[in-house]
């Protein structure tokens, strides 16, 4: 692919991210993706002849590895998992209040509008909490956990964090991301 249509196709994959983060999957027309990405629409279908199922497929992948790498960064940079928790909800909150809370979980609009009718993007939702989840219990097993018990503990934390990223975008407040944070020190105390 040339680097014009390399770039063409980043634009619009960085815009369907953007606004399917803030507004969901349903809320997001082609239209909108195509003006904020400043590309021309034959753009669009050339570079995603899957149309928007398969935009927003690769624009949560793509979204999905970029939460996974800043979490194993702060994994490998965290003396603990308690630490590594506090700077991810920490990041979240930051993340959510600096964009005055429309985004939250780049993935979550679209698990919870999808994933009964579209096959295909429950997939790619579930594989990105799956990596999301496997280096929460990778990094609680290198803390000492068994590694039943670490998968149990790490879905719980990110259950947390994903229901407290809901409730901070709805209540527009830090809060919740706050009460998950305490929460999330007394069981990693143990």
């Known amino acids: 692919m040339a680097v014009k249509g390399a770039q063409t196709r980043a634009r619009l994959v960085d815009a369907a991210r953007t606004l399917i983060e803030a507004r969901g999957y349903h809320g997001t027309g082609l239209n ?39 979490i194993a960064e702060l994994a490998d940079s965290a003396p603990d998992t308690r630490s590594l ?16 809370y429309a985004k939250g979980c780049p993935v ?40 039943a018990d670490a998968e149990d503990l790490a879905c719980a934390l990110l259950a947390l964090t994903e229901g407290a990223l809901v409730l901070s975008r709805a209540r527009r407040s830090r809060e919740p991301m706050e009460q998950v944070r305490r929460t999330a020190r ?5």
């Open 85 to 100: 928790m506090e700077s991810v909800l920490s990041a979240l909150a930051d993340r959510m209040e600096e964009a005055a």
């Open 186 to 190: 007394v069981l990693l105390s143990g």
């Open 108 to 147: 979550a609009t679209v698990a919870l509008e999808v994933s009964a009718a579209n096959d295909v993007l429950r997939q790619v939702c579930a594989d990105v909490y799956d990596g999301w989840q496997r280096v929460l219990a990778d990094r609680l097993i290198a803390d000492g956990r068994p590694a």
């Open 32 to 70: 909108d993706v195509i003006a904020a990405g400043s590309a021309p629409r034959g753009s669009l279908y050339h570079h995603f002849p899957g149309g928007k199922e398969q935009l927003t497929a690769e624009a949560l992948a793509v979204s999905g590895r970029e939460v996974t790498g800043v």
